[in-house]
């Protein structure tokens, strides 16, 4: 797996919108943070056109990306938000220029197309926080301060109290996934990814509680679950149930789903649409290690 060279003072970094539309006022307190950190910041032409919900039509969220995948001087592409609307330009993307000089490549949610995608390139990204969730108090925020650590290569050790679904065990194996209704809209297509032997990463928001199952039986009868070497589930939020109500959170699914395999588990980590939304180096071998007391995950450098 390819590893982005990290930052240093004086780099550029590129802000740019694949999916929803942003404004510059939505963004200016990361441009702020980017710059104390030593960075200069370059706005894609297109970041604030509106195309209905979109930033843009599909062929200006296409070029600004497309530029700056091409740009040698730019060293990493951070996304303004998710939302909807990456799928919509990941096949006419050319990842050429990327691959013989690869760049950080940030974001969460609907940017779970684009690490799905350069993970089949065998190239690292980097789930995390983007600009649409950083405040003023962005400094002392963990997640902003862990998505400067993994761009600057500094070490990652996450750990978290013991959740009572955790299935301990102790494993090292590359972390892939992310959104879990995007890897879910996924399968079967060009960048759907290969999850043996690997750590899978699942989070997801605003689902109903069947369609959770459904994504969870589809990942099974696809094969995605029956050799991993570990799965990490992170927020499962403002979950929505019917009137007929479905009888188990989206935990309760999860668990039951995976009750057959004897990979170690972990409940309730930090990262995904929560407030405390820790970066995790996608294509990266990290340390997973559950006991009765606490979850540890630790990035290889």
């Known amino acids: 797996m390819m590893e982005p060279k990290y930052l ?41 056109k509106s195309c209905n919900q979109f930033a843009g039509t599909d062929q200006e969220r296409l070029s600004d990306l497309q530029q700056m995948l091409d740009d040698k001087s730019i060293k990493a592409i951070i996304c303004s938000r998710g939302g909807y609307g990456t799928v919509r330009i990941i096949d006419k993307l050319n990842f050429d220029k990327f691959i013989e000089n ?18 089949k390139l065998n190239i690292e990204s980097i789930h995390a926080t983007m600009p649409i969730n950083f405040s003023e108090s962005s400094e002392d ?40 209704s995007i890897l ?13 032997n690997k750590i899978l990463f699942i989070e997801d928001l605003d689902e109903y509680l069947y369609h959770i199952d459904r994504m969870m039986q589809n990942l099974k009868l696809g094969n995605k679950l029956k050799n991993l070497k570990g799965l990490i589930v992170g927020g499962m939020c403002d979950m929505n ?14 668990n039951d789903v995976v009750a057959e395999y004897d990979y ?6 930090s990262a995904g649409h929560i407030k405390q939304n820790f970066a995790l180096i996608m294509g990266r071998e990290i340390n997973l290690k559950i006991d009765n007391l606490q979850t540890t995950v630790e990035f290889d450098r």
């Not at 780099?11 to 539309?21: E, F, N, P």
């Not at 690869?102 to 993970?119: A, E, F, M, Q, R």
């Not at 149930?241 to 999860?254: H, L, M, R």
């Open 184 to 196: 879910y809209s996924l399968r079967g297509t060009s960048v759907d990814i290969d999850t043996d």
């Open 241 to 254: 149930d019917n009137t007929i109500p479905f009888g188990k959170t989206a935990y309760e699914i999860i």
């Open 264 to 269: 170690p588990v972990c409940y309730n980590f």
């Open 8 to 48: 240093k003072q004086g780099d550029k970094v590129a802000i740019v919108s694949t999916a929803r539309k942003i404004s510059k006022k939505e963004i200016a307190q990361a441009v702020k943070v980017f710059k104390e950190w030593g960075l200069i910041v370059v706005l894609g032409e297109n970041i604030f």
């Open 141 to 180: 925020n963990e997640s902003v301060v862990s998505l400067k650590k993994a761009l600057f290569g500094e070490q990652i050790k996450y750990e978290f109290k013991a959740h009572k679904f955790n299935k301990v065990g102790t494993v090292n194996a590359p972390i892939v996934g992310g959104n879990l």
């Open 102 to 119: 690869p760049k950080w490549i940030v974001g969460y949610s609907d940017i779970t197309v684009l690490h799905s995608k350069i993970n």
